[in-house]
């Protein structure tokens, strides 16, 4: 429809309200220039005087600002309208060519009424919800597209209404097509689901794109768990029941083999000739760039474990003896004794998802959240027996102790960095303020114009004379979601998140590290990895997957605006672009430059932060609450490495207590 078959549609006073201003001001224009033609005309027919030539042009401006005022107020009326026939038009183009669009979103509508309607505890809900389900009025529903921010077409009724509609058909349609993809990327072994590929991008070589990766996996099998209105935990259980068997295989690397609570990367479905039959394919490390053993593959077994738990109610899959095993093999590979004198775990480079050289060798702060998140879940379902007693003990000694570290040499905020900032160096002692012998010299430039005055983050690295400053979504998201961090850091985290939209979000979400290595640092760190360039791939790029994480811990944290904000940048683009794996660029505008479109975790990440913004309950499977039991250490900085357990007379503050950990 056009827009002038629009306006012949509108009543006569409107449409004489949206001509008259035009009409009247050519009128006007038409007398000013006829004025200024005769006031040209003028010198050359008689000798004016200075004076009455200068009042001749001030009389000419006047009625032109004049015109110019009529003019606005013209154009102001004339635009309102315009805007209300052009969401109109738009309302009425959706309707005419995209009704089969329409009528599935009314099959679900009435379907879903349905089983509201049917009863059970489930369905059920308030006057107010029905309500507001669906209405034009209910501003603040989160279904089916959150919003933030407000449009200047809800104050014209027909244009708010129409607008509604187009974002509602818009939203489900990119969720029925989300899917779609992500059922297409469904692996079958034996005529059941294990699992989903990395990627199915039929325009790029397959790699090591056509292979089930554990930490992958994740959200999409959160987004099963929490389909509405049929959830499909069967695929969830297959997988988590063939890693296990993938775990009890003999990992040998180049003659050197692994332990025997190493979980695998990845595997794949191979066709064998000699059995004639699929036979699964496992890679611990020995195939991935720079042959590291995946660390955190372990732990997210162990979560998504729990999580299956809590959604399903079915407890006799972790009780099963072989899953216990499981367990108790990963937790023993990480409780082992060593020559460490920090609770958290020491890791090579490329351990987790930032599976390249990026520097965070060492203390990463990813796999120290993922470590503590892993204890606390399965401190949850261990079975209560001799064995699993003593186990138990060591993971509540070792959670002790973690979450002191974590959340005291980890913590950065404008008080901390300023501490930093004034540190002493060369400190001996238990004594020391500056444990870690850090170097104020060390600080990069950035971090003093990025710390906000109101806002903090847990930093990426600390180990003997290193800090690495750079801000790491994961571990901080994970943090929040296990309860590392304390509700004070996490308010914080959220502050630093808003105060930095730009740098952390930008146009598309959401940077994984910040800021990028750039230069003569790139070089040192990333060995000039040409897939590592700044503001690309892990140094700097924007990755879609983490907004299942970054919407679960602002729903925690009491701040869901944030996700949905995120959460519209994301719908405006992604599956347009073909659900790219990454972005480039500072703002994240640009599709990744080696990136594989229809990247499974970037449609399930999208899924699943959907499905928790529009039912927050969901975020019960992936969040646990703070644990009081969590002994809190009352000591300070400078007073928790005592060299023997002193006596009542010996310590020199008596607020000051003793404060060992044992692994």
Not at 80 to 87: C, D, E, H, N, P
Not at 104 to 110: F, I, K
Not at 410 to 421: G, P, V
Request: charged share 25%; with cysteine; hydrophobic share 35%.
């Amino acid at each position: 429809m056009s827009s002038i078959n629009s306006i012949e549609k509108l009543p006569s006073s409107a449409t004489d309200e949206l001509q008259f201003p035009m009409d009247d001001y050519q009128a006007i224009a038409g007398t000013l220039t006829v004025e200024k033609t005769e006031s040209s005309k003028a010198p050359m027919q008689q000798n004016d005087t200075a004076d009455e030539i200068w009042r001749s042009i001030n009389n000419n401006r006047d009625c032109l600002q004049k015109n110019r005022d009529d003019h606005g107020e013209g154009l102001q009326r004339a635009t309102t309208l315009i805007r209300a026939i052009g969401a109109e038009e738009e309302a009425v183009v959706v309707t005419t060519t995209d009704r089969d669009s329409s009528k599935r979103l009314q099959s679900a509508t009435d379907k879903e009424t349905e089983e509201t309607d049917g009863g059970g505890n489930d369905g059920e809900f308030s006057d107010k919800e029905k309500s507001g389900r669906g209405s034009v009025e209910n501003k603040s529903s989160l279904k089916p597209s959150p919003s933030v921010g407000i449009s200047l077409l809800q104050f014209v009724p027909e244009a708010s209404c129409a607008k509604s509609n187009v974002s509602e058909t818009s939203s489900y349609s990119m969720m029925d097509d989300a899917w779609e993809r992500l059922r297409l990327s469904f692996v079958y072994f034996q005529k059941k689901p294990v699992g989903t590929l990395a990627a199915v991008d039929p325009s790029a070589e397959d790699l090591n794109y056509n292979q089930v990766f554990v930490r992958d996996f994740v959200p999409t099998a959160l987004a099963c768990l929490m389909k509405v209105p049929d959830p499909e935990p069967e695929i969830v259980k297959n997988f988590l029941l063939k890693t296990l068997h993938l775990q009890g295989w003999k990992k040998t690397i180049d003659n050197f083999t692994l332990g025997e609570g190493v979980m695998p990367a990845s595997f794949k479905v191979m066709y064998d000739p000699f059995q004639e039959k699929d036979v699964l394919k496992a890679d611990f490390g020995g195939s991935a760039i720079g042959r590291v053993a995946p660390v955190d593959s372990g732990f997210w077994w162990i979560i998504l474990l729990r999580s299956y738990t809590k959604c399903t109610g079915d407890f006799s899959l972790s009780e099963e003896p072989e899953v216990q095993k499981g367990m108790k093999l990963i937790l023993d590979l990480c409780l082992s004794d060593g020559f460490d004198t920090f609770p958290t775990l020491l890791c090579a480079d490329g351990c987790s998802m930032i599976d390249r050289r990026m520097g965070i060798y060492g203390y990463p702060i990813e796999i120290q959240a993922l470590f503590f998140f892993a204890l606390r879940c399965a401190q949850q379902m261990l079975k209560e027996d001799t064995d699993s007693n003593k186990l138990i003990e060591r993971i509540e000694r070792r959670i002790t102790a973690l979450s002191y570290h974590i959340r005291n040499y980890y913590w950065l905020d404008f008080t901390q960095l300023n501490n930093i900032y004034r540190y002493k160096t060369e400190e001996y002692s238990h004594t020391a303020v500056n444990k870690f012998n850090v170097i104020p010299e060390s600080i990069p430039d950035w971090v003093f114009d990025f710390m906000p005055l109101k806002g903090g983050y847990f930093i990426g690295n600390v180990s003997p004379a290193r800090m690495d400053f750079r801000w790491f979504l994961v571990g901080n998201c994970i943090a929040i979601l296990s309860s590392l961090a304390t509700v004070a850091q996490t308010t914080a985290i959220m502050d630093l998140v808003e105060e930095r939209w730009e740098d952390l979000i930008g146009d598309m979400p959401l940077k994984i590290a910040y800021p990028a290595l750039e230069g003569y640092e790139w070089n040192i760190v990333t060995g000039c990895d040409p897939k590592n360039t700044r503001w690309s791939y892990h140094n700097g790029g924007s990755w879609p997957v983490l907004l299942w994480l970054l919407t679960a811990a602002c729903i925690k944290a009491g701040r869901p605006q944030i996700a949905k904000r995120a959460i519209e940048l994301v719908e405006q683009r992604l599956s347009k672009d073909g659900w790219p794996e990454y972005y480039d660029g500072k703002k994240g505008r640009y599709v990744g430059k080696q990136a594989r479109k229809f990247q499974t975790w970037s449609i399930s990440g999208y899924l699943v932060a959907k499905l928790m913004i529009e039912n927050p309950s969901n975020l019960a499977m992936i969040s646990l609450e703070e644990d009081k039991k969590i002994e809190k250490p009352r000591l300070t900085r400078s007073a928790s490495w005592p060299c023997s357990k002193p006596t009542a007379t010996s310590l020199p503050y008596a607020v000051t207590l003793p404060y060992r950990w044992s692994p």
